[in-house]
């Protein structure tokens, strides 16, 4: 019983993500490129001010898969960097933490395009 209220709670928490992005499209003239900052700005927001792990403790891959996770996984690298190696690693802290997510992002946004024919829309 444990596993099916882990997946609830995942599913809960993603899906309010993705509902909160659905009205936002609908209630308001914004892009959806500027939906997706707002996000990663509001996970950016939530790690610096320690928020993020917790609801991470509640939601799992509900918080982390979304773009959301991507701007904490930013400021966790970006802050870690800072103790190591000074202003230098807020810079580069950041890239190297979501450095796994992005190339992975990248080769299977390469493999789709080599094994799938784009066209567009008539």
Known sequence: MSIFLQYLQVFAVGGFICLLG??????????????????LLI?????AVDVFEPIQEFAGCGITVPIIGFG?????????????????GVLTGGITAGAA????AILFGFLMAILFKSRTKS
Do not use: D, P, W
């Not at 996970?43 to 790690?47: N, P």
């Open 43 to 47: 996970g950016c927001v939530l790690e």
């Open 101 to 104: 997510g992005l190339g992975a």
């Open 72 to 88: 904490a996984t930013l400021v966790r690298g970006a802050l870690r960097g800072l103790e190591e190696t000074g202003l230098l």
């Open 22 to 39: 659905q009205i936002l499209i609908n209630l308001t003239k914004m892009t959806s490129s500027r939906i997706l900052v707002i996000f």
